[in-house]
């Protein structure tokens, strides 16, 4: 993706298989060089088809019993990854597409000259993602309902203790800084990155706090854990 | 999932963040939609906690513009035009303001459109 400064595009499919066979497809998108998808062994571009993108299968050891975080690892530290392109866009592969089945690339970043340096969207809770009308009265996901959908989520996932300690400590790490639990939570299925300073450092610390990674400078040798550093470009930036 | 509860924490200050809404599909959108809600719910609590210091100030409803950027918050409140409160000046805006709390006023607008910026500590929210 050397040649990719302008806009390049990551989807990733860590997503375990279920009877036998990926519940998801990746998202159609108008093929290119820029396109990247990242998968774990049990995808098979045959069965499945590429959809537009070069896929790349990783093997994502960070979290062996847990692929679905190192899918969330690549999101927040994409910025870091690739420091020499201006626009990074981010999709789960099951969740980040439009009721086409599409790559929603034109919302994220191409019609709307976004200033930002992030964009995000807000939870689909409020507003399902192509499945029936809109709830503009439903009350907005907030961070106390998030801690609760994610313990849930794990004990589904049926992880091991030691995740609920972790999530515990991070509860009881938030409330001693008198963060807003009744704030807005956002979703992060679809991300798009501008590389500024500011998105970098925003993704070095979301990274370690995902991460636990102790130093920012630590970070991206994590991301041999999960591509192998043959495919990495050369870190080129200062947080 | 957990990243999702990281992300206003770990967000700088001055962190740009634009928002897009599902809608059917996932599409543009304007960046205060995604949070008029919870700002609309904040700032009237704010309003209707003030009219317990200054009755009949603030008379009317408030129509409120949101913008974050995290960890500040930035919010644009709109009076309707009927609102007695039109009559304010602009400082007497930012004494409103000062009562919810906020921060400081980033940028005071012409009276005749009717809106305030204001810059709120999100402690303090």
């Known amino acids: 993706m050397r040649g990719c400064t302008d806009l390049a595009r990551v989807v990733v499919s860590f997503f375990p298989k279920r009877h036998g066979d990926r519940l998801f497809p990746l998202p159609m998108v108008l093929p290119s060089p820029c396109n990247v998808a990242l998968v774990d062994g049990d995808f098979s571009r045959w069965h499945h088809g590429d959809n537009g993108w070069n896929i790349v299968v990783v093997d994502p050891i960070c979290w062996p019993d847990d692929p679905p975080r190192s899918a969330h690892f690549v999101k927040t530290a994409l910025p870091l990854l690739l420091p020499k392109t201006r626009w990074v866009e981010y999709g789960d592969a099951n969740k980040c597409v439009t009721r086409n089945k599409e790559w929603p690339s034109l919302s994220l970043v191409a019609a709307a000259r976004p200033a930002g340096d992030v964009i995000a969207v807000r939870h689909y809770s409020d507003e399902h993602l192509g499945n029936g009308p809109t709830r503009e009265n439903k009350p907005h996901r907030t961070v106390k309902d998030e801690f609760i959908e994610t313990r849930m989520h794990m004990k589904i996932r049926r992880m091991q203790p030691s995740v609920f300690t972790d999530i515990d400590a991070q509860e009881a790490w938030y409330r001693a800084q008198g963060f807003e639990f009744d704030g807005f939570v956002n979703d992060a299925m679809c991300l798009a990155w501008q590389n500024t300073s500011l998105a970098r450092q925003f993704s070095c610390v979301w990274s370690s706090e995902v991460r636990v990674v102790p130093d920012c400078n630590l970070l991206f040798g994590q991301f041999a854990c999960l591509f192998g550093c043959a495919s990495l470009p050369a870190r080129s930036h200062t947080l | ?125």
């Not at chain 2, 770990?10 to 599902?22: D, I, K, S």
């Open chain 2, 1 to 125: 999932m957990r990243e999702q509860l990281s992300f206003f924490h770990a967000a700088p200050a001055g962190l740009r963040v634009e928002w897009r809404t599902y809608r059917g599909s996932i599409r543009a959108k304007t960046t205060s939609e995604g949070l008029v809600l919870s700002f609309q719910k904040e700032v009237k609590r704010r309003v209707a906690k003030l009219k317990l210091f200054t009755p009949g100030m603030l008379t009317s409803r408030f129509d409120v513009l949101a913008v974050i950027e995290p960890p500040q918050k930035i919010c644009t409140i709109e009076l309707p035009m009927n609102s007695s409160a039109r009559t304010l000046t602009p400082r007497q805006w930012g004494d409103v303001i000062v009562a919810y709390n906020a921060a400081e006023i980033i940028a005071e607008v012409p009276l005749r459109e009717r809106k305030v910026n204001a810059l709120f500590d999100p402690l303090q929210l």
